[in-house]
C-alpha cells in the first residue's frame, strides 16, 4: 500500500533528507587517494549524528555500518573497512538520515582522482538516467515509465540495469512501497499520486547485468567485475512535476 503523504509530513522530511544532501556532499569532499571507505563512515556518522539525527543504515536488517560504500565493480551494500581508496577507483557512497520520525536516502558515485574514460562516463550516465526517469514525472505517471525511462538511457549508452535492487517508497519507514525498479515497460503500473515520496536510484553496470553477493552476505557485486555506479535521490510526486529533497 502506497502511503500518501500531507504537507506537515512533507515538512518534516525535510530535515533528513537535507541532512543526506549535506552529508553527502560532505563524504565526497573527504574523497581521495589514501583514504579508507572506514574513514568515510566515522566521519559521515559523526556529522550526521552532529545535525541531531540517526544515520539510519546501521543495524537494518543487521547491516553492520553507518553507510554503505560500494568500491568499483561493488554494487550496493559495500561494507566500509580498511579498504585504501586508490587514485583510479570510483566509489558509491548511500546513506540515510533518521530525524523527527522521517527517513532521508539518497546516494552519489564518486571518482578517486582521475578514472578512466570508462568509468567516467558510467558515473555521469548514472545521474543522467535519474533526469530522464524525472523529466515526465508528475501526478498521474505511471510507476513504471520511471525504469522504462533509466532502462532507455543506460541501454542507449552500452550499459545494464541491475534487477535484483530497486528504488522504493520512504517516509517513517526506510523502505515503503511501492518497489521502483529501474527497468520496465512504459505506460505501465500503478498511477503515482500527488504526495507520494520516492527514492529513485539507477544502479548501472558497466558491463553484463549479473550482479552477485560477496560471503559477507551484503556486498552486491558485477560478475564480470566490471564497475557499477548509484545515484540516488527522495522526492515528493507533485501535480506539476517532482520536488527533489536531496539535493
Ligand atoms: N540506502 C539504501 C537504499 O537505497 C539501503 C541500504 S541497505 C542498508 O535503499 F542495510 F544498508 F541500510
Ligand atoms: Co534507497
Redesign the pocket.
Known amino acids: 500500500m502506497i502511503i500518501v503523504k500531507t504537507e506537515q509530513e512533507i515538512d518534516v522530511l525535510r530535515e533528513p533528507c537535507a541532512i543526506v544532501r549535506d552529508t553527502l556532499a560532505y563524504v565526497g569532499s573527504l574523497v581521495r587517494p589514501g583514504v579508507t571507505t572506514q574513514e568515510l563512515n566515522d566521519r559521515a556518522e559523526a556529522y550526521i549524528r552532529s545535525r541531531g539525527a540517526i544515520p ?2 546501521l543495524g ?2 543487521g ?1 553492520p555500518a553507518g553507510i ?1 560504500a560500494s568500491v568499483n565493480e561493488e554494487v ?2 559495500g561494507i566500509p573497512g580498511p579498504r585504501v581508496l586508490r587514485e583510479g577507483d570510483i566509489v558509491s557512497i ?3 538520515a533518521y530525524k523527527n520520525g522521517f527517513h532521508g ?1 539518497g ?1 552519489r558515485t564518486f571518482a578517486v582522482g582521475q578514472v578512466d574514460e570508462e568509468k567516467s562516463k558510467l558515473i555521469r550516465v548514472t545521474e543522467e538516467c535519474f533526469w530522464k526517469a524525472v523529466e515526465n514525472l508528475r501526478a498521474g505517471t505511471p510507476l513504471y515509465d520511471i525504469g522504462a525511462a533509466v532502462q532507455k538511457h543506460a541501454e542507449e549508452n552500452g550499459f545494464s540495469v541491475v534487477r535484483e535492487y530497486v528504488g ?1 517508497g520512504i517516509g517513517r519507514e ?2 515503503e512501497d511501492p518497489s521502483v525498479p529501474n527497468y520496465g515497460k512504459r505506460g505501465t503500473g500503478v498511477r503515482l499520486r500527488a504526495g507520494t515520496v520516492l ?1 529513485i ?1 539507477p544502479m548501472i553496470l558497466a558491463g553484463d547485468r549479473r550482479v552477485r553477493v560477496l560471503a559477507d552476505g ?1 556486498t552486491a557485486v558485477t560478475q564480470d567485475k566490471r564497475p557499477a555506479a548509484h545515484y ?1 535521490n527522495t522526492l515528493v510526486v507533485r501535480e506539476d512535476g517532482v520536488e527533489i529533497l536531496t539535493l
Open positions: 539510519s543504515c537494518y536488517c547491516y554503505c550496493v551494500h548511500d546513506l540515510c536516502d546516494a522504493h526506510m523502505h527514492c536510484e551484503w540516488e
